[in-house]
């Protein structure tokens, strides 16, 4: 397929016309507020769902084990797995036994 770059983000291909690309931005580094009346747990959530509305992790992502995820958010495993279970709730991810956990298509 032939394409022509328009700007960032967007071209042009043959036989398809424009074609627009999700663009990701960063999300900044999780801290946790401990002043705030919110739970860890919950803030690690909304940090994950942010990351996702993001583009960081895109639909068919498998998130990190939770081991990986609390070193990397500096909380407990029990935290992290607590996390996952409102991301579950809300239906913004999705968990396969043995497989791990995966973003939602939406």
Not at 2 to 26: D, E, Y
């Amino acid at each position: 397929m032939h394409c022509i770059a328009l700007r960032r983000f967007r071209m042009v291909c043959a036989g398809q016309g424009l074609v627009t690309f999700p663009a990701v931005t960063k999300v900044a580094a999780f801290e946790p507020d401990p002043d705030s009346p919110v739970y860890v747990y919950a803030q690690v959530a909304e940090h994950v769902a942010a990351r996702i509305a993001a583009g960081e992790l895109p639909p068919g992502a498998r998130l990190p084990n939770e081991r990986d995820m609390a070193a990397e958010y500096g909380v407990s495993v029990a935290t992290v797995r607590r996390a996952v279970a409102e991301l579950r709730d809300r239906g913004v991810v999705q968990t396969v036994p043995v497989k791990g956990t995966f973003v939602t298509k939406r």
